[in-house]
């Protein structure tokens, strides 16, 4: 099995400049851009309400030509990086500082359907990317994210859309995502020592091909929030968790999703167990090694709660502390192929599911297996 992680961790006026490809422009501190423009030199701007800069044409390319847009000076209000309130794209630069690094939303202009970024860094800011009204899908592509107080965030009840993240570099944040009346779709990233990566309070998060190492927290998912939320999937395909101090959050030690998607993925040497409450899970082909215990599953904590569906099959647990899976309800899942070895507690402990034959376990500490048949092979 090989991991690779590549870690890389830096008065107002109207601009206008006409053609295909953006023209160099000497910018100014809140101007607005109409058209595509690039930056000339970096932009230090007071923390004030009035952007640094605003985005206000359909289909402008902001390039920041390599150059840094930064607060200078204390706030005196909600200080504002690059305000955006016409699908477009800001990318080549570094935003810093900021209470709101990227802005999108939240004026009595209809808020944009898509916008992008691209290779850009965000470094202190307090939000670095805020969707603050409207449905809106961000693309946010090669960009970095290092502590900042939230990577991705929005506005509560007043924002909706899609993070679409992908092949960027998260560090250092105390939460990296949010996922609150949001799907955050991650492929391809990193996320390396931020407090918490995920918050899923209303929407729909996944992660495939992407690394989550040594954080904290992996995951905020409990059911509930708000008194109405629910994390309605969330899903890691091809996806490595490796030494994480919790996959659960510390004072809710469990998630609770709708539905729980695991396939073809790495848990290695993470903190605890992992417990996820859900209505149906698809846990397949993935290695469970030296955790502090393994994977339980069992309902969502419901007023009337579904029976536990779904299908856990191909998966090896191997030298955890603890049971290698447990399954703590009777329920219709089916468990198959799976390979239980050198756990300290059992190691398939699954009372009341169908056996889908094929399980093998040995060496396991209190015992192999209960609730289905296992080869010592």
Not at 125 to 150: E, K, M, P
Not at 242 to 248: E, I, P, V
Not at 257 to 279: H, T
């Amino acid at each position: 099995m090989a991991m690779g992680l590549v870690m890389l961790l830096s008065g107002a006026a109207t601009v206008r400049s006409g053609g295909a490809e953006a023209r160099q422009v000497g910018v100014q501190c809140g101007d607005t851009i109409t058209e595509s423009t690039r930056l000339t030199s970096d932009l230090s701007c007071p923390g004030t309400e009035v952007p640094a800069l605003r985005v206000a044409g359909a289909g402008v390319i902001l390039d920041l030509g390599g150059h840094t847009v930064r607060r200078v000076g204390p706030e005196t209000g909600v200080s504002e990086g690059i305000r955006v309130s016409a699908n477009s794209t800001v990318r080549n630069g570094t935003i810093r500082g900021f209470d709101q690094g990227y802005v999108v939303g939240g004026e009595s202009l209809p808020s944009p359907e898509r916008v992008g970024l691209f290779g850009l860094t965000f470094i202190d800011n307090t939000v670095a990317v805020y969707n603050r009204g409207g449905d809106t899908t961000l693309t946010v592509t090669d960009c970095r994210l290092i502590r900042n107080g939230s990577g991705l965030g929005s506005e509560q009840d007043a924002s909706r859309g899609v993070f679409e993240v992908r092949s960027s570099f998260f560090l250092g944040n105390r939460q990296a995502l949010s996922a609150n009346s949001h799907s955050v779709d991650v492929v391809g990233s990193t996320f390396l020592q931020n407090e918490t990566v995920i918050w899923c309070p209303d929407g729909h998060v996944s992660f495939t091909s992407s690394s989550i190492i040594q954080n904290t927290v992996v995951g905020d998912l409990r059911l509930g929030q708000f008194g109405y939320g629910a994390c309605r999937e969330a899903s890691f395909v091809q996806t490595v968790l490796a030494r994480n101090g919790s996959l659960a959050a510390t004072d809710a030690p469990v998630w609770e999703p709708f539905d729980f998607v695991l396939r073809d993925s790495w848990v290695i040497e993470n903190k605890g167990e992992l417990l996820v409450r859900a209505r149906t899970v698809d846990v397949q082909g993935n290695t469970w090694w030296r955790n502090g215990s393994g994977l339980s599953l069992a309902d969502l904590p419901e007023y009337v709660p579904p029976a536990l569906t779904g299908t856990v099959s191909g998966n090896h647990f191997l030298r955890n502390q603890g049971d290698g899976l447990r399954v703590l309800v009777p329920s219709t899942l089916t468990v198959s192929r799976s390979v239980a070895l050198d756990n300290t507690g059992w190691g398939l402990q699954v009372p009341g599911v169908i056996d889908g034959g094929g399980n093998v376990a040995r060496g396991n500490g209190a015992g192999d297996c209960a609730g289905v048949v296992c080869a010592a092979r």
